[in-house]
């Protein structure tokens, strides 16, 4: 069996008059992300992942942001179709390992929802995929509640 990992972070600025989305969840919250599309950190850093994994490049390449028709885009379409170009080179998901930084809202309530969807959209088991939610310890723009951030490790295997 042939294995890969891949890498990927994202990270958002909070600002009033969007919803916050992460891991295709809406969170209860004053302010939202700001981004072209959704801007759902999580589901960005999981796609980044496992483009990484394969040498294929970033979201930005498939998803740029000059580009009209992902304006406001649902990115659980996007990880599908990252997923599709996965699969169409053998791959699967064995497992996926996130960390969300967030100082506010608290995400706890969250996680099994956004694990549920996140698996739904991949079409694998939510037991294949971690979330962890940290702060930041109020140091530096998360600290401060200006921002969002995500990290995801995604482990791809190939059977030989």
């Known amino acids: 069996m042939q294995i890969r990992v891949g890498n990927g972070y994202d990270i958002h600025q909070l600002v009033a008059g969007r919803r916050l989305i992460l891991g295709g969840v809406e969170i209860s919250h004053d302010r939202g992300l700001l981004g072209h599309s959704d801007a759902d950190a999580l589901t960005h850093a ?91 310890e109020k140091l530096d723009a998360i600290g401060r509640e200006e921002a969002i951030a995500a990290y995801a490790v995604a482990l791809l295997v190939k059977p030989s």
């Open 46 to 136: 999981i796609m980044d992942a496992m483009l990484g994994a394969l040498s294929l490049g970033d979201i930005g390449h498939y998803f740029p942001p000059s580009d009209p028709q992902w304006q406001d885009a649902d990115s659980q379409v996007l990880l599908a179709r990252v997923y599709q170009l996965v699969q169409q080179q053998q791959w699967q998901i064995a497992n996926l390992d996130t960390v969300v930084v967030a100082e506010k809202p608290k995400l706890k309530p969250y996680i099994l929802q956004m694990r549920d969807r996140l698996a739904a959209t991949l079409g694998i088991s939510p037991e294949q995929i971690g979330i962890k939610a940290t702060t930041n």
